[in-house]
């Protein structure tokens, strides 16, 4: 699976749309963008996915580029409760057992 | 939620002796996987399980071993604890997109932390 790059840290000012980048230069054509966020010491918790549309859920949205090697997660207006670590992660395929590269993620704190 | 439960949820014990984690889930989810979590490293696969009774390693398998001998349960063992092994396991399940779980995101439990002294 190819791997990721985020920026280690963001701040995000509360009520504002928080806008999260990943950098997946080499991914390829049959891999999935995922994103996940783990708020304290929780266990991680599934946002959205996507292959190479833009994908709009109660969460989030993720804008994916049309060349696929970057995308961003949009929480559109970050509360308190969205400071958390978000991990981009990009894996074959929906289903089965493939090993997920979580890597370190992007730390979002949301400032009152 | 997803029906996940982690046992125990804290542990402390001395290096040497074996430990054992359990991961227990409701939703019948083929997929079950075990996760180390340490500072600086994210989360870093250890074992997974697509079966009863099929495993196979992960990125950090060393001194690990798991078993799953039903459905729900998937058994997470240290043979001989050390002090390296004192971390946050997280186990996750997910679907087999046929029954259960169609769009393949993991589902995980709310972690177990191991001190190894």
């Known amino acids: 699976d190819a791997k990721t790059t985020q920026p280690p840290s963001m701040d995000c000012a509360e009520g504002r749309a928080a806008n999260l980048p990943c950098n997946h230069s080499?991914?390829?054509?049959?891999?999935?963008v995922y994103w996940y966020r783990q708020i304290h010491s929780q266990g991680p918790q599934y946002i959205i996915h996507?292959?190479?549309n833009n994908e709009t859920n109660e969460m989030a949205s993720l804008i994916i580029t049309e060349d696929r090697k970057s995308s961003t997660l949009i929480l559109p207006h970050a509360t308190l409760r969205d400071t958390a670590v978000y991990y981009c992660?990009?894996?074959?395929?929906?289903?089965?057992?493939?090993?997920?590269?979580f890597g370190t993620g992007t730390r979002l704190t949301v400032i009152p | 939620d997803a029906g996940i439960t982690q046992s125990p949820r804290h542990k402390v014990t001395e290096t040497g002796t074996p430990v054992t984690l359990r991961c227990h889930q409701t939703?019948?989810?083929?997929?079950m996987y075990w996760y180390r979590q340490d500072p600086g490293h994210g989360l870093r696969l250890i074992h997974y399980?697509?079966?009863?009774?099929?495993?196979d390693k992960g990125e950090v398998s060393d001194g690990y071993s798991v078993s799953r001998s039903k459905t729900e349960d998937f058994l997470l063992t240290l043979e001989s604890a050390t002090s390296s092994q004192t971390s946050v396991y997280f186990c996750?399940?997910?679907?087999?997109?046929?029954?259960?779980?169609?769009?393949?995101?993991?589902?995980f439990g709310e972690g177990s932390r191991l001190t190894v002294l």
């Open positions: 996750a399940i997910s679907g087999s997109g046929l029954a259960g779980g169609t769009t393949g995101e993991l589902f």
């Open positions: 080499t991914i390829s054509g049959n891999e999935y």
């Open positions: 996507g292959l190479k």
């Open positions: 992660i990009v894996r074959v395929g929906q289903t089965g057992a493939n090993n997920l590269f």
């Open positions: 939703e019948n989810h083929r997929y």
């Open positions: 399980s697509y079966g009863v009774k099929d495993t």
